[in-house]
């Protein structure tokens, strides 16, 4: 788990992700895929990482569905190379 969604600006697409103590750094980079999920796991659409970070905030583009406060943002490490 990368973290959960903190706030959500829907109008100007963006939304701001309370990182988890543990979260991968390769999935803070800009630009990665996240993908919001709903509590029953149900997806709620997908986040693109921005150069905002500041503690444990991390800002996000909407790239997809609609997000909601408490969301978790979860991060699908990509496969090794065989």
């Given amino acids: 788990m990368v973290g959960r ?3 959500v600006d829907a109008s100007r697409g963006f939304a701001f992700v309370e990182l988890a103590a543990d979260a991968p750094r390769p ?3 800009p ?16 986040l693109r990482t921005s150069a905002f970070l500041r503690g444990r905030t991390l ?3 909407v790239a997809s ?3 909601r406060i408490g ?3 979860v991060w699908a490490a990509p496969d090794a190379p065989e």
Avoid: C
Wanted: hydrophobic fraction near 40%; proline fraction near 10%.
């Fill in 5 to 7: 969604v903190l706030a």
């Fill in 27 to 29: 999935a803070l980079a």
């Fill in 31 to 46: 630009g990665t895929r996240l993908v919001v999920r709903r509590p029953d796991l149900t997806p709620a659409g997908t």
């Fill in 59 to 61: 800002g996000t583009r």
């Fill in 65 to 67: 569905g609609a997000p």
């Fill in 71 to 73: 969301d978790e943002v």
